[in-house]
């Protein structure tokens, strides 16, 4: 029996293009439209209700509706002026600070936030680590859990982490592409520009990432220079 043909047991790779800072820019700008959306839409819905003269017995409901939008839109905004933007000329940051915006948008998910941060301040690169770590952590816990992130200064760096423990844990595949630094295929952008958003701010930082996905548990580790 003779050996198969190189070509056809093995097709060739083809090497994957990875977006350009235009391309990223939309793929960030649509996957933030995609978050506020949801709470905007329902205050706008709530809105609605108060001025429809038909449905004033929902009126209380119609309240409590704008009232829960509105805190998870400012939580929203409040968290990605930091994960994705420059936030402020500060170079630091107060991690009392940091955990008040994390919490806020854990208070509209499942599972709970562990918060040990031991430094009493934080880089702004550390920070953009930390706060995008933090929300793809809650997006690995579908099913609800425990989220415990750490930060320790050592030798010159901040190592930070995020062990996710709970049912069902797990990182999609996009979302394990985008850490890794690669494209996302053929999957929808939105799980995956966070992650890849991630690694480039750590490489950018001259640090390094890595993900452990094992049976319920998800942990995340990053370290940056301080």
Known sequence: ???PDPIEAAPPVVEETL???AELAAQISARLCHDFISP???IVSGLDLL???TAQDMREDA???IGQSARKLADLLQFSRVAFGASSTAETFDPRELESLAKGV???VRPELDWKVE???VNKAAARILMNLCQIGAGAL???GTAVVRVVEADGRAAITLDATGPRARLKPEVLRGLKGEGRGDAVGGAWVQAYYLSLIVKSAGGQLAAEVGEDRVTLAAWAPV
Request: proline share 17%; no cysteine; hydrophobic share 40%.
């Open 1 to 3: 029996m003779t050996d």
């Open 19 to 21: 977006p350009d800072a």
């Open 40 to 42: 905007a839409s329902a």
């Open 51 to 53: 001025e429809d003269p």
């Open 63 to 65: 309240m409590d509706l």
């Open 106 to 108: 854990f208070a509209h």
């Open 119 to 121: 430094p009493a301040t």
């Open 142 to 144: 579908p099913m609800g």
